[in-house]
């Protein structure tokens, strides 16, 4: 068992040290991360907050990356190496936007954004039909720094954080792994 594991992980890592099929899990992997984070919160009712949104991102990136990089394999193989080598740092930059999240969830630190529902509102020459808005509004805003679901303690951003610096290093060695084709 132990030897047949060995094999097909050597066997994957050869089949995409090939930028074009590199191309394609950068696609695929992109896809089936948002189809998760839709499910959650479409099917499983977890509502997400301004920086669960901005983690998207970087999803969506990459999927338009990993396409222009897979249709520039066959005649331009180093822009398709450039393509991808951009699609890792934009999975680091979502690894930072993911442990800002973590940080936040945490109480490492503090950001006072209206957008992330902290519960502060400035009262400084507002009306009470202004100050009652503000709360009304902020009611429905999702909170930044709260975590909706967690597994093993793991919250999704921290699951986030992990999988996006894995992303990264898992394209950064297969690319240093073989000269382009």
Same mark, same amino acid.
């Given at each position: 068992?132990?030897?047949?594991? $060995?094999?097909?992980? $050597?066997?994957?890592?050869?089949?995409?040290?090939?930028?074009?099929?590199?191309?394609?899990?950068?696609?695929?992997?992109?896809?089936?991360?948002? +189809?998760?984070?839709?499910? @959650?919160?479409?099917?499983? *009712?977890?509502?997400? *907050? %301004?920086? *669960?949104?901005?983690?998207?991102? =970087?999803?969506?990136?990459?999927? @338009?990356?990993?396409?222009?990089?897979?249709? @520039?394999?066959?005649?331009? =193989?180093?822009?398709? +190496?450039?393509?991808?080598?951009?699609?890792?740092?934009?999975?680091?930059?979502?690894?930072?936007?993911? &442990?800002?999240? &973590?940080?936040?969830?945490?109480?490492?630190?503090?950001?006072?954004? !209206?957008? *992330?529902?902290?519960?502060? +509102? =400035?009262? /400084? #020459?507002?009306? %009470?039909?202004?100050?009652?808005? @503000? +709360?009304?509004?902020?009611?429905? &805003? &999702?909170?930044? /720094?709260?975590?909706?679901?967690?597994?093993?303690? %793991? !919250?999704?951003?921290?699951?986030?954080?992990?999988?996006?610096?894995?992303?990264?290093?898992?394209?950064?060695?297969?690319? #240093?792994?073989?000269?382009?084709?």
């Amino acid at each position: 068992m132990k030897n047949f594991i $060995k094999n097909f992980i $050597k066997y994957l890592i050869e089949y995409f040290q090939a930028p074009k099929h590199l191309a394609v899990a950068v696609i695929a992997v992109s896809i089936v991360s948002l +189809i998760f984070a839709y499910i @959650a919160q479409y099917v499983f *009712c977890l509502e997400p *907050c %301004i920086l *669960c949104i901005y983690q998207r991102v =970087p999803y969506f990136i990459n999927i @338009a990356l990993g396409t222009l990089a897979f249709m @520039a394999v066959s005649k331009h =193989p180093r822009s398709a +190496i450039v393509l991808l080598l951009i699609a890792a740092l934009v999975f680091f930059a979502g690894a930072i936007v993911a &442990v800002f999240h &973590v940080g936040l969830q945490q109480q490492w630190w503090e950001w006072f954004s !209206s957008s *992330c529902g902290t519960g502060i +509102i =400035p009262t /400084d #020459g507002l009306s %009470i039909e202004k100050i009652r808005e @503000a +709360i009304t509004q902020q009611s429905t &805003v &999702v909170r930044c /720094d709260k975590v909706s679901w967690r597994l093993f303690g %793991i !919250s999704l951003a921290g699951y986030n954080y992990m999988f996006s610096v894995e992303l990264t290093l898992g394209i950064l060695y297969l690319l #240093g792994k073989k000269k382009p084709e």
